[in-house]
């Protein structure tokens, strides 16, 4: 089945230990993505790659890592993790182009306590 | 980056057809107008999208205004699995591609 998983699905965790949010799909897409959701403020892309070894920016990346080393993975990494970064975070991914969809995982709900 | 704008909420009562308008005054010639969905405890997934042309899927139909700073998601008939939060945004042609900014969305409520 064509599917991105994440991996915690939950997890809670205290200020400032490192942590790694995975994200893996087997569909052979070029392109990924990291996102947040919070209440209010909608989806807020963090960081994205056009593919291996290629990452950039998004709206909010401040506080978060990423690297591209394998086709299939995107990581998330939160070196010392801050309340505010508690939120709902979705990786996706698609093949290359402005007119292909993004296929979205189930999501991981992040606590920083 | 181009924005769009969407209402903050719709309602439609099951099996009537829904209009969810979006504008994106500021689109370019390469934008792609891609429409995705949410629903409660879900990931987003991809609903349709369009350059020009009005499209068809199984899922709906995107109109898309002939100057292209305004498109309409139409679900023919909605039922209660359509009530979630509809998100329209712009994606860039070239390499801009992958910066996506995806709005706050519609949530449309339906009523049986």
């Known amino acids: 089945e064509a599917q991105v998983t994440q991996n915690p699905r939950y997890l809670i965790t205290v200020t400032g230990k490192k942590l790694t949010v995975t994200c893996s799909q087997n569909?052979?897409?070029?392109?990924m993505s990291w996102y947040r959701q919070d209440p209010g403020l909608g989806l807020r892309q963090i960081y994205y790659?056009?593919?291996?070894?290629?990452?950039d920016k998004g709206d909010v990346p401040e506080g978060y890592k990423v690297s591209r080393k394998e086709k299939r993975n995107f990581p998330l990494i939160l070196e010392s993790p801050s309340p505010n970064q508690t939120s709902l975070y979705f990786c996706?991914?698609?093949?290359?182009?402005?007119?292909?969809?993004?296929?979205f995982g189930p999501g991981t709900r992040l606590t920083v306590t | 980056d181009a924005k769009t704008t969407q209402p903050n909420s719709m309602e439609s009562n099951e099996e009537e057809p829904v209009h969810l308008p979006c504008n994106h005054s500021t689109i370019s010639g390469t934008d792609y107008i891609h429409w995705y969905r949410q629903l409660p405890s879900q990931g987003p997934e991809y609903v349709i999208h369009g350059l020009t042309s009005n499209v068809n899927n199984r899922m709906a139909s995107l109109a898309i205004a002939e100057d292209r700073k305004s498109s309409t998601l139409i679900l023919h008939r909605a039922t209660l699995r359509d009530a979630a939060v509809y998100y329209c945004?712009?994606?860039?042609?070239?390499?801009?591609?992958?910066?996506?900014?995806f709005g706050q969305g519609t949530i449309l409520t339906v009523h049986p």
């Open positions: 569909m052979n897409h070029e392109y």
């Open positions: 996706a991914s698609s093949p290359t182009g402005v007119s292909y969809e993004q296929y």
């Open positions: 945004i712009l994606r860039a042609g070239g390499t801009s591609y992958g910066k996506l900014t």
């Open positions: 790659s056009m593919n291996v070894e290629v990452t």
